[in-house]
């Protein structure tokens, strides 16, 4: 059974900081993995998407790498802001029906 | 980019009563859609997934009975949460998928609240 545990379940930061929140799997047999945002009470937002044949996806200040025989992925937040803030999910893709693991979440609050 | 809506956002009943949560893709075709809840400062955990045409599959501890899915369309999937008690209060939130492996773009999410 697929196993995704996310570090740290918490992160605070000043904004202008870069930072880097873990994502760990067990089962290295992925055919993607997600990195998602959600906002308190509201639904997810797909952040990107890595293809289990790709290493990386950037989308502006964004960047997730993907590790797959070590069950790793790393999400890359360059220069944080307030608007960043909220709690970030990666999810992990399998299976014939492709579907999703989410991870525990870290929950990230960037301070001014 | 590729829309999924949920109705209701928000809804209260009394324990006992039936609800329906709709889940739609606006602009593309999900042949399957996925179901998920979840429970306050927890992660998202799959209830079943739905392919259009055909029954539901259920994960392990999910009550097919007491969760009625209906995939009747490309672009409607239905969750009817059925006797519902105040445990089933929870935050559901449906996927549409275009492809098997293609990305799943997420509804809003529904609260339900069973009093």
């Known amino acids: 059974k697929q196993e995704v545990t996310q570090i740290p379940a918490a992160l605070s930061v000043p904004e202008g900081e870069n930072l880097v929140l873990n994502c760990s799997f067990t089962d290295s047999a992925i055919y993607n993995l997600q990195w998602f945002r959600q906002d308190p009470g509201k639904g997810l937002t797909s952040l990107l998407l890595?293809?289990?044949?790709?290493r990386e996806q950037t989308s502006g200040r964004l960047n997730a790498s993907l590790d797959k025989s070590s069950g790793r992925s790393t999400l890359y937040i360059a220069a944080s802001q307030p608007g960043d803030s909220a709690t970030y999910l990666c999810?992990?893709?399998?299976?014939?029906?492709?579907?999703?693991?989410f991870g525990t979440g870290t929950r990230l609050q960037v301070t001014l | 980019g590729a829309v999924v809506s949920q109705h209701p956002s928000r809804v209260i009943c009394k324990s006992g009563t039936s609800v329906k949560i709709e889940c739609r893709s606006l602009d593309f075709q999900a042949t399957t859609m996925f179901w998920y809840r979840q429970f306050p400062k927890q992660s998202l955990m799959l209830m079943a997934t739905s392919n259009e045409g055909s029954k539901a599959t259920y994960e392990q501890g999910v009550e097919k009975d007491k969760f009625l899915i209906n995939h009747a369309s490309l672009t409607l999937s239905t969750l009817t949460v059925t006797s519902a008690h105040p445990e089933d209060s929870s935050f559901y939130i449906c996927?549409?998928?275009?492809?098997?492996?293609?990305?799943?773009?997420f509804g809003p999410g529904t609260r339900l609240t069973v009093t």
């Open positions: 890595i293809q289990s044949s790709q």
């Open positions: 996927s549409a998928s275009g492809d098997r492996q293609a990305e799943q773009y």
């Open positions: 999810a992990v893709g399998a299976g014939t029906a492709s579907k999703l693991t």
